[in-house]
Structure formats: C-alpha cells, structure tokens
C-alpha cells in the first residue's frame, strides 16, 4: 500500500482524469486500484491509498507520459508520499 497526498486545482476534474487517464497509467504499472478522500481541513488537498508496491509506484512516477496526465488532472505541486510505519491488528 502507498499512502499520497497532492493540492489540486479543482477537485472534480481531478477525479475525472484520476479516474480514466490516470487509471490506466497506474494500471500499467502494477497499480490495483485507489481510494481517494478529501482533507476535511484543506479543501484542495486530496489523499489516495494505493493498491501498489514501490516497484511499481516508481515506474509510474519516472513514466514519462505521468507529468502531462499529472498537469492535465490539476495537481498543484508534486504529491507526497506517507511513510509506512506498520500495520497492526484491531
């Protein structure tokens, strides 16, 4: 799992190019898809857990068509990556 977070410009277009253009790039990559939540305190900033490894999360991220699909979805600065700390029971 990788944990991101990324500012966009306008949620609903983001969601639509996250959703068809940048979903198959992801899945390309290995990607088994993504669950996206809104920040409750930044109304720009969106966060996505994937269903990917780091292998294929850097295939993604040095793709070279990723930026252009990236700048299309409005993202307004490079995402950030969540460092994984462990998973734990109930």
Known sequence: MILATTKV???DH???VFSTKGADKRG???SQGATVYRDPIEEDRVW???NWDEEG???FA???ETPGIMQEAG???RPSLGQY???FDA
């Open 85 to 87: 700390l462990g998973s």
């Open 28 to 30: 390309s990559h290995g």
């Open 14 to 16: 983001f969601l639509e």
């Open 57 to 59: 999360w850097t295939a």
């Open 75 to 77: 993202h307004l600065g």
């Open 62 to 64: 040095t793709d070279p």
């Open 48 to 50: 996505a857990v994937f």
């Open 9 to 11: 410009k306008d949620l």
